[in-house]
């Protein structure tokens, strides 16, 4: 059916966005085909059956039923043109919290939603572990939602980068999920949202690459009670980012059905003709408040909710379809007298639900198919070494090399990781392959598609690497100083570890992030030499490693390479280039487990617990002591998350003296742990208090008599060790 585009375009009652500027994309002339009737009924019908919805469990809320409610109501229009323009199970989705007419457009049911409202074992979405709205459907693609506002943009960047690399590797198209060459990757954000660094992170990224994903932005005009105007230069974002290249903008009424529909389809038929990405800035309305947490009378003016409300998308839209002779009033409340029917009976199966049982809370921290604990990757009495020795760069590089070699989804990219990003010049640099060396010659050998630089921002590599594993690549991430990790935090703790345990094990990240670490470097200073191990440690779902040496290096890196769980792989700088912890190469299985440690010397007198750099130091320390008659026992945790107690509890019921070494500062360090479990589990054992050996509770200086006073140093380990015996 033909229409003319005048018939059902909705009235708006306020000051319309202005035009999108002219792009150099355009789709071939046409005259503008509306929907037929029976699609615009099923857009009417997914739009109220959103908004009753979102009524129902505003209802559930106030009757103390369920325990939060956020709503998608004002945005139901351009939502469910996303949801009629892309192909659920097909395409990827990473929503936001107001997507809810999205996904049922897309195929979720009220009966899933409510199961989510009421924490519900059953619910797809989480299983009952997070709040209401925070989307997730495994069968439609739609990826695990937190709530965190903007950290899904990221992460849809590395899922469009997921298909843009099989394009580039075609091994690469049968290994990874899903794939199809005119796939899109949607995600949505709030006008909020885009104030946010990650998000123009994201558009960067996009951009660079001409990723093939659809940014809309729901700009309702307040992120919570703050207006827009506050949160945006100009309160207009889709004007600060006209200029981004290869990025195809549009706006639109985002109350207006029809304008969104015509919107979307350009956006999305841009997308899959790969010409980059795009953004769509749809205006919307927020007739409720912004969670029933919230109050918006409290910030706005009565005669701004009229005008909001006179542009509610819902009631414009059913009347529309009634004035022009789409279905009469009888039909349309036909329709809502189903929607109505169908939402009590969801909601009263949901109510009868069972909730998840309190056992199960524990379920999904880690991978329940993959345990690299086992005995399965345990090679190190087999192990057989052969070639010259080589340093803990060297043999961290073979394994990298290996490992590539056998699994073509491990991809390698961070801060200057490559040999050389302008590749026409590859023959004719000696390349850079990190800072420190340890990715060397793996661009050259592997390809640019697998082995890149990023841009410099930390967020972005673990935010683009966690979308990567979501679709099966396996990326091997460097962030280049431990000093500089933070800005990645929100992407390491409210994704990366928690994406398999919120999600009730229906989506996984099992990304590894190499960090040089530690101190001991002449020049190092405040902000190269940091140790800050036990912010990482306290993260349920991560896996932390620390190697001291070279062979345990590679094969530490090998076993966390092969697992299914997101691993932070710590490379202690000092310990990069020793000569007394060079190894043979082990060969290309050589796996340790995690959570295995290591006695690398034999004592009855006391024992000493550490890792890194540490363990050097307190070997020279313990053989000073052998000299006045004390025999210390070392062992070397190796992995701090899990951590081998086992091997702690046998060293302490045969020493009854311990001392815990690290480099991470006294006060709440890694240490601490270790030796309140000690004293707490193993106190009949004990002939002493347990002693601790750790950095000063303060910075790391640039002047090396700083840095030394500063740092544990063997006279300190050899000193714990005296006092320790004489007590």
């Given amino acids: ?161 997921t298909s843009y690399r099989a394009e580039l590797v075609p091994e690469l198209q049968k290994r990874i999920s899903s794939f199809h060459n005119d796939e899109v990757t949607y995600v949505s954000l709030g006008d909020g949202t885009s104030s946010g660094g990650e998000f123009w992170e994201a558009l960067n990224t996009a951009s660079n690459l001409k990723l093939p994903v659809v940014f809309l932005l729901e700009d309702n005009g307040y992120a919570i009670s703050v207006p827009v105007e506050v949160q945006t230069a100009g309160g207009d974002v889709s004007k600060l980012v006209e200029n981004f290249p290869s990025l195809y903008l549009q706006r639109c009424d985002g109350t207006d059905p029809i304008e969104s529909l015509e919107v979307m389809r350009r956006a999305v038929e841009y ?137 073509p989804r491990i991809v390698v990219f961070g801060e200057d990781v490559a040999d050389c990003s302008r590749e026409q010049y590859l023959e004719t640099v000696k390349g850079k392959g990190g800072v420190f060396k340890v990715t060397a010659n793996l661009q050259r050998k592997y390809g640019g598609a697998r082995v890149f630089n990023s841009p410099l921002a930390e967020a972005n590599i673990v935010g683009r690497a966690i979308g990567m594993a979501t ?104 310990l990069y280039r020793q000569a007394y912890n060079k190894s043979q190469y082990p060969g290309e299985d050589f796996m340790i487990p995690l959570g295995k440690a290591k006695k690398v010397r034999e004592g009855k007198d006391l024992s000493i617990v550490t890792y890194g750099a540490l363990v050097q130091r307190s070997m020279v320390a313990a053989k000073q002591m052998e000299q006045e008659g004390v025999s210390v026992e070392i062992i070397d945790l190796r992995s701090l998350l899990p951590y081998d107690w086992d091997a702690i509890v046998e060293t302490v019921k045969k020493t009854s003296r311990v001392i815990v070494a690290h480099e991470d500062s006294r006060s709440f360090g890694y240490g601490a742990e270790i030796a309140a479990r000690i004293s707490d589990e193993l106190f009949e054992y004990l002939d002493a208090p347990v002693k601790r050996v750790c950095a000063l509770d303060t910075f790391v200086g640039y002047a090396p008599q700083l840095e030394e006073a500063i740092l544990p140093q063997v006279a300190d380990v050899a000193k714990a060790i005296t006092e320790l015996k004489r007590y």
């Avoid at 009629?84 to 936001?96: C, I, M, Q």
């Avoid at 409510?114 to 459907?137: F, K, T």
């Avoid at 947490?293 to 409290?298: A, F, G």
């Avoid at 990790?485 to 990240?509: C, D, F, T, V, Y």
Wanted: hydrophobic share 35%; with cysteine.
């Fill in 271 to 407: 997308c899959r003709q790969r010409q980059g990405p795009a953004l769509v800035h749809a205006k919307v309305i927020r007739p409720y408040s912004h969670s029933l947490s919230d109050d918006e009378k409290l910030y706005r003016s009565d005669e701004e909710r009229a005008t909001d409300a006179e542009r509610d998308p819902v009631k414009r839209f059913g009347a529309l379809l009634i004035e022009e002779g789409v279905i009469d009033q009888n039909g349309l409340q036909k329709i809502k007298d189903e929607v109505d029917r169908e939402v009590t009976e969801a909601s009263d199966k949901a109510l009868a639900s069972p909730q998840p049982a309190p056992e199960t809370a524990t379920h999904y921290v880690f991978s329940t198919d993959v345990d690299p604990t086992s005995k399965a990757y345990d090679t190190e009495d087999k192990v057989q070494l052969s070639g010259n020795a080589g340093t803990m760069v060297d043999l961290i590089n073979r394994c990298l090399d290996t490992e590539m070699a056998r699994d």
């Fill in 471 to 574: 679709r099966g690549l396996k990326p091997v991430v460097e962030i280049q100083f431990f000093d500089y990790i933070w800005p990645a935090m929100h992407q390491i703790r409210n994704e990366l570890a928690l994406l398999r345990w919120r999600s009730g094990n229906e989506w996984k990240a099992p990304v590894v992030i190499r960090v040089p670490i530690g101190g001991y470097l002449k020049g190092g200073a405040v902000y190269h030499s940091q140790s800050g191990v036990s912010t990482f440690t306290q993260i349920p779902g991560l896996r932390v490693v620390y190697p001291s040496n070279a062979l345990d290096a590679n094969g530490l890196l090998r076993t966390s390479i092969r697992s299914d769980d997101p691993v932070l792989f710590l490379e202690h700088k000092h």
């Fill in 1 to 161: 059916m033909k229409t003319e585009t005048k018939v059902l375009k909705l009235v708006r009652k306020t000051e319309s966005p202005t035009e999108a500027p002219e792009h150099e994309f355009e789709l071939p002339e046409r005259e503008l085909e509306l929907p037929d009737h029976k699609l615009l009924l099923e857009m009417y019908r997914t739009m109220y059956l959103s908004r009753r919805i979102d009524d129902r469990e505003i209802q559930l809320k106030g009757q103390n039923r369920i325990f939060f409610q956020i709503s998608g109501a004002g945005h139901e229009a351009v939502l469910v043109a996303a949801g009629v323009v892309l192909k659920a199970g097909y395409d990827w989705f990473y929503p936001y919290y107001r997507d809810r007419a999205l996904c049922l457009q897309l195929g979720m049911t009220p009966l899933e939603m409510l199961l989510s409202a009421v924490g519900a074992e059953a619910d797809p979405n989480s299983h009952g572990r997070q709040m209401p709205s925070h989307w997730g459907h495994k069968k439609l693609h739609i990826v695990s939602q937190s709530s965190p506002t903007g950290t899904q943009l990221l992460q849809a960047v590395g899922c469009a980068e």
